[in-house]
């Protein structure tokens, strides 16, 4: 009975989600290919909303902006958040708990908060533009590599690097040469993390690039105030796209990740119960 | 003459404001193979971490052949390490292991793969150059530590417990295995266990420590049979640790009962502690002992019984080839020479090893 209930409930739940979450976004797929203007009536199958999309040199624009912003800001962050985790991991117990909070502030903190504190304080020292967005970015994308790296630093086994040390390796490369490849599952899932969070910011951009600058989000945004194109609705298909594959890698790489750590260490256990052979 | 090849030299250590090493003076000798043997958290990875260049003394000096060395990094130090576990490069497999160190050295190729064979050879692995770190066995990884260590020829190979992941039937071969090995190679070896049995098999030198301060340094045997406190005597096999009193030269008073031993010395009516090994206590009628008690308990434990015999508040152990009912009064026996007397701890730090008890 108990059990007919909570399979009636999830399946509810299902069904929600697919109402409120996923039929609007079937519903903009469907349209970016309706060739129509209406909202209501489907006029037949066309590409031709993709293909202003193309010859848009606004769009190009904003475009190349969200993707060179997207790897920057990617990148960087990853430097940043990589040495950040090795420091904040070889700190104290207690350091390193007020610091993982620290980190962690920022990713619950209210986008606008966000966006709106880095503004005001960005006006004081570099002019609104991309330099601020990009800044913005790196600043968000840090928390994002630093939770991503941190588990598998835990796990890692610090005795390898030492055992580098010992055998005469430097701290770099013993750091680029055995640490690295260790850690390069969370890196990487860190990277892509934090590329599939800055395409996919609005506030924090929107408040940080002043005049000018425009990424996809805050071009469509200026866009539908206007009034609502269906070049718009492919644009947005288009990012949904090319975000929901980026989580899949994230996923992947994750998932992968995770397995080869679990084999690795099943491994070592199930040798320490192994019997002696000459 | 001796000569000392490493020496420790008054090396404070403390973690969070806990003192973990305690003025701590320690000289290693060439060729020798020295064990650094106490309970768990004592401080024996903490000294090692110390002379390898993982941690840094607060107070102290680090000498490498008369060399301060305290301030080195691990990579500009003569000394290997093989970790307790876990230390082998998983991304690499047992060739690119064992030649990490050659190649940082920049050594020639034919120089490396001789001496990569030659390492794997001496640990008895020849024919894994290709295999990974994670399809070897626990043993077969520590020899490849082990190998790894060695290639680079250091002059001081530091163990940090290599075979506690082991276990026992594997921990023995193993154990065969590196005497061998030093024999070959002649380095010095500074070994780190909390396991006695293979403290007092393995080494030329046995290092007693607790607590960060060193309790007795000496031979397996002087260690087992004159044990310097009662920590010691507590520590390194199981011992009847029990009060007495020096009523003259060669004669303890223990339990009431006035027992001929070979102890002088000592001042008229001292308190001292007895040491008894178990081994050493011989079972017989009760009007015979100098002792008598009640059999609590018998235990037969492969080779002998082990029998505990309450006489007053205190449960002597005894060891014994035949077994002895529970219930019966027995009397207790010793020969002179197999009593241990020490003084009672009266320094601070001998106090440590009390409290430990
Ligand atoms: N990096 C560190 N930070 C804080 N405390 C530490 C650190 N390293 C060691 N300690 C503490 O120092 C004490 C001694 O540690 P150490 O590893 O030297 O002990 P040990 O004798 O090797 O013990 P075991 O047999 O368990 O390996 C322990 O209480 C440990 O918790
Ligand atoms: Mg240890």
Sequence with gaps: MVEKLKDLMSRCYIALILLFLYIPIFVLIVLSFNNSRSRVVWGGFTLDWYRGLFANAQIREALITTLVLAFASALIATIIGVSGALGIHAMSRRNYRIMMIFTNIPMLNADIVTGIALMLWFIHFIPLGFGSVLLAHITFNIPYVIMSVMPQLQRMNISIYEAARDLGANALYGFFKIMLPQLMGGVLSGFFMAFTMSIDDFVITYFTKGAGVNTLSTMIYGEIRKGIKPEMYALSTLIFLVVLCLLLVVNHVGARNEKKNRKYYLAQESNEREEFTL | MQDIILELDSVSKSFDGKKILNNFSLGINRNEFITLLGPSGCGKSTTLRIIGGFERP???????????????????????????????????????????????????????????????????????????????????????????????????????????????????????????????????????????????????????????????????????????????????????????????????????????????????????????????????????????????????????????????????????????????????????????????????????????D
């Design chain 2, 58 to 356: 607060d107070e102290g000096r680090v000498l490498f052949d008369g060399r301060d060395i305290t301030g080195l990094s691990p990579d500009k130090r003569n000394v290997n390490t093989v970790f307790q576990k876990y230390s082998l490069f998983p991304h690499m497999n047992v060739e690119e292991n064992i030649a990490f160190g050659l190649q940082l050295k920049k050594k020639s190729r034919e120089y490396i793969r001789d001496k990569v064979r030659y390492a794997l050879k001496l640990v008895n692995m020849e024919g894994y150059e290709k295999r990974s770190p994670t399809s070897l066995s626990g043993g077969q990884q520590q020899r490849v530590a082990i190998a790894r260590a060695i290639v680079n020829e250091p002059q001081v190979l530091l163990l940090d417990e290599p075979l506690g992941a082991l276990d026992l039937k594997l921990r023995q071969g193993m154990q065969r295995e590196l005497i061998k090995i030093k024999k070959e190679v002649g380095i010095t070896f500074v070994y780190v266990t909390h396991d006695q049995e293979e403290a007092l098999t393995m080494s030329d030198r046995i290092i007693v420590m607790n607590k960060g301060i060193i309790q007795q340094i000496g031979s397996s045997k002087s260690i087992y049979d004159e044990p310097q406190n009662a920590f010691v005597a507590d520590f390194i096999g199981e011992s009847n640790i029990i009060d007495g009193i020096m009523r003259r030269d060669c004669l303890v008073e223990i339990q009431g009962a006035k027992i001929p031993c070979v102890d002088v010395g000592f001042g008229k009516d001292e308190l001292v502690d007895v040491v008894i090994r178990p081994e050493d206590l011989v079972l017989v009628e009760e009007e015979e002992g100098y002792l008598k008690g009640m059999v609590i308990s018998t235990i037969f434990k492969g080779a002998y019984y082990e029998i505990k015999v309450r006489v007053g508040e205190y449960e002597w152990m005894v060891q014994s080839v035949n077994p002895a009912p529970v219930g019966t009064m027995k009397g207790l026996t010793i020969l002179p020479d197999n009593i241990q007397i020490m003084h009672k701890p009266h320094s601070a730090d001998a106090e440590v090893s009390k409290e430990n």
